[in-house]
């Protein structure tokens, strides 16, 4: 790591479209803003396992949806073009977001996705960060 980047304080914010995402978002924006820190966007896709039935998924790009995803949540932030960066990951999204905050000062996460389990208050990606992030973790309800 360059003397730059250990000066360069950074927060990445999970963005999988849901309004949770959205929430959190906003808040490591507005953070980012008041901090002077960048803010790293990041989308984990994967392709869904077919537990014995055939997915009809023929045509359909996963890579590339989360890349229009991401790209439209980072045009609706208010910061300098050199402080908002991008990334769209191949795999499981909670452990890619841990994975990731080895190299970051702050994870920011919604507190529910699209999960089947929309009643929780907390959804399993949020709750595996907390748990296992190598930097401190907000979770934006």
């Given at each position: 790591?360059?003397?730059?980047?250990?000066?360069?304080?950074?927060?990445?914010?999970?963005?999988?479209?849901?309004?949770?995402?959205?929430?959190?978002?906003?808040?490591?924006?507005?953070?980012?803003?008041?901090?002077?820190?960048?803010?790293?966007?990041?989308?984990?896709?994967?392709?869904?396992?077919?537990?014995?039935?055939?997915?009809?998924?023929?045509?359909?790009?996963?890579?590339?949806?989360?890349?229009?995803?991401?790209?439209?949540?980072?045009?609706?932030i208010?910061?300098?073009?050199?402080?908002?960066?991008?990334?769209?990951?191949?795999?499981?999204a909670?452990?890619?977001?841990?994975e990731?905050?080895?190299?970051?000062?702050?994870?920011?996460?919604?507190?529910?996705?699209?999960?089947?389990?929309?009643?929780?208050?907390?959804?399993?990606?949020?709750?595996?960060?907390?748990?296992?992030?190598?930097?401190?973790?907000?979770?934006?309800?």
């Amino acid at each position: 790591m360059s003397e730059n980047q250990k000066l360069r304080r950074v927060i990445i914010v999970g963005i999988d479209g849901s309004p949770h995402a959205t929430k959190a978002l906003s808040w490591a924006a507005t953070q980012a803003r008041l901090t002077g820190w960048h803010l790293e966007l990041v989308a984990a896709w994967e392709e869904p396992a077919p537990y014995g039935m055939p997915l009809a998924l023929a045509g359909v790009d996963l890579e590339a949806n989360a890349r229009e995803l991401i790209d439209k949540a980072a045009a609706d932030i208010d910061l300098p073009e050199d402080r908002v960066h991008t990334k769209v990951v191949y795999g499981p999204a909670a452990r890619m977001l841990v994975e990731m905050s080895s190299d970051a000062d702050l994870l920011v996460v919604g507190s529910r996705g699209h999960g089947k389990f929309t009643g929780m208050l907390l959804g399993s990606v949020s709750t595996y960060c907390v748990h296992h992030a190598e930097c401190p973790v907000v979770v934006v309800r």
